[in-house]
């Protein structure tokens, strides 16, 4: 017997995990990948871990009057391929999502392709073995893999966000699959992404933001801080400015360099704020400004971030080689703000 979900309305009894997985691709209940079956069993245990009742509500998204229960983000996580330790990441990242300052509706529906992005930080990377290292964009981690696609399908089948229905994405990115790294607070004696934005740091948390594809910064030439800085700022100072915050994800190579010049996260988020900007003249060249160059064009400066607070800094990814990466935000970031929820119950979470 499968589980009761938002997508569909009641269980069904079919004849093997073959015959599930064809139910669910013929209605559209997948990302176009194999599920696990959400057998009422599987859903039990994922919210006995988690703590919750099935009719507890998780999140509600206004604009499209969608109340998201725990029973739905269960069965979705169970689909999705996730163990039941994970069901707390799952619940924490599917509350931050849901939070009206992530405007949920809009960046889901918006041609540009973003996807929320979930950052773990905390105890919890360690206990359910996230990845922070190698390949942390890429396969290979069960846990990465499974919480970012179990967000991605409660927005297909709790959200009615589907391709070519709400999700009028015109590209789309593999992040639309799944979006999930933890940051590396083991090798990094930076402070780690929950504290600066006002948690403990001894409890475990996630960040939501609706994010664009990564795009590598590779450097393995610059050894001075302010080379590798301004590397960043090149890769960033690509199109126009847009609102919303920009992610910069720094290697161990880079970090490296950044801390023996005695270089902290606002120390680099004050640089690339203060240095990110083009002339409104080589703007209008490349066609991002429709109107004619004038005299002024040459001198005029475009500015990406009012503030270094718009940026935000993790350490992750491995240490083969200098190649950090910038995430650039939805295209209509300036109406989203990133959000940070604790994982579980704990004290100072909120």
Same mark, same amino acid.
């Given at each position: &017997?499968?589980?009761?979900?938002?997508?569909?309305?009641?269980?069904?009894?079919?004849?093997?995990?073959?015959?599930?997985?064809?139910?669910?691709?013929?209605?559209?209940?997948?990302?176009?990948?194999?599920?696990?079956? $959400?057998?009422?069993?599987?859903?039990?245990?994922?919210?006995?871990?988690?703590?919750?009742?099935?009719?507890?509500?998780?999140?509600?998204?206004?604009?499209?009057?969608?109340?998201? /229960?725990?029973?739905?983000?269960?069965?979705?996580?169970? &689909? #999705?391929?996730?163990?039941?330790?994970?069901?707390?990441?799952?619940?924490?990242?599917?509350?931050?999502?849901?939070?009206?300052?992530?405007?949920?509706?809009?960046?889901?529906?918006?041609?540009?392709?973003?996807?929320?992005?979930?950052?773990?930080?905390?105890?919890?990377?360690?206990?359910?073995?996230?990845?922070?290292?190698?390949?942390? *964009?890429?396969?290979?981690?069960?846990?990465?893999?499974?919480?970012?696609?179990?967000?991605?399908?409660?927005? &297909?089948?709790?959200?009615?966000?589907? $391709?070519?229905? &709400?999700?009028?994405?015109?590209?789309?990115?593999?992040?639309?699959?799944?979006?999930?790294?933890?940051?590396?607070?083991?090798?990094?004696?930076?402070?780690?992404?929950?504290?600066?934005? =006002?948690?403990?740091?001894? !409890?475990?948390?996630?960040?939501? *933001?609706?994010?664009?594809?990564?795009?590598?910064?590779?450097?393995?030439?610059?050894? %001075?801080?302010?080379?590798? #800085?301004?590397?960043?700022?090149?890769?960033? @100072?690509?199109?126009?400015? %847009? =609102?919303?915050?920009?992610?910069?994800?720094?290697?161990?190579?880079?970090?490296?360099?950044? !801390?023996?010049?005695?270089?902290?996260?606002?120390?680099?988020?004050?640089?690339?704020?203060?240095?990110?900007? %083009?002339?409104?003249?080589? #703007?209008?060249?490349?066609?991002?400004?429709?109107?004619?160059?004038?005299?002024?064009?040459?001198?005029?400066?475009? %500015?990406?971030? /009012?503030?270094?607070?718009?940026?935000?800094?993790?350490?992750?990814?491995?240490? @083969?080689?200098?190649?950090?990466?910038?995430? $650039?935000?939805?295209?209509?970031? #300036?109406?989203?703000? $990133? !959000? /940070?929820?604790?994982?579980? !119950?704990?004290?100072?979470?909120?």
């Amino acid at each position: &017997m499968l589980a009761e979900s938002g997508a569909y309305p009641a269980g069904f009894e079919v004849e093997d995990a073959n015959a599930a997985n064809e139910l669910f691709h013929r209605n559209g209940w997948t990302d176009g990948l194999p599920i696990v079956p $959400p057998t009422e069993e599987r859903v039990q245990e994922f919210l006995e871990y988690s703590g919750h009742q099935a009719s507890d509500v998780v999140g509600f998204v206004a604009p499209r009057n969608i109340t998201i /229960t725990a029973e739905k983000v269960a069965i979705n996580a169970v &689909m #999705a391929g996730c163990l039941p330790a994970y069901m707390p990441v799952v619940v924490a990242a599917v509350e931050a999502m849901a939070d009206d300052r992530f405007n949920l509706h809009a960046s889901m529906a918006s041609t540009a392709g973003a996807a929320p992005m979930v950052i773990v930080n905390g105890p919890v990377v360690r206990e359910i073995d996230l990845n922070s290292g190698d390949n942390v *964009f890429g396969p290979g981690w069960r846990a990465n893999a499974t919480i970012g696609r179990a967000l991605r399908l409660v927005l &297909m089948n709790v959200c009615q966000a589907r $391709p070519g229905v &709400m999700d009028k994405s015109t590209l789309g990115h593999p992040g639309k699959y799944s979006y999930c790294i933890a940051e590396d607070e083991v090798d990094s004696p930076w402070e780690p992404l929950h504290a600066e934005r =006002g948690l403990a740091g001894d !409890v475990s948390a996630v960040t939501l *933001f609706a994010a664009e594809a990564p795009a590598y910064v590779k450097n393995d030439r610059g050894n %001075r801080a302010e080379q590798l #800085a301004a590397s960043l700022v090149d890769v960033i @100072t690509r199109g126009t400015p %847009r =609102g919303g915050h920009y992610l910069l994800v720094i290697c161990p190579e880079h970090l490296n360099v950044f !801390v023996r010049e005695g270089w902290s996260k606002r120390d680099l988020r004050g640089f690339v704020a203060e240095r990110a900007e %083009r002339t409104v003249a080589s #703007a209008k060249r490349a066609g991002w400004l429709t109107e004619p160059v004038t005299g002024n064009d040459e001198s005029q400066e475009l %500015r990406w971030f /009012t503030s270094p607070d718009e940026l935000m800094v993790v350490v992750a990814g491995g240490k @083969t080689s200098g190649t950090s990466a910038v995430v $650039p935000p939805w295209a209509g970031g #300036a109406s989203a703000e $990133p !959000v /940070t929820k604790g994982v579980g !119950v704990c004290v100072d979470c909120e």
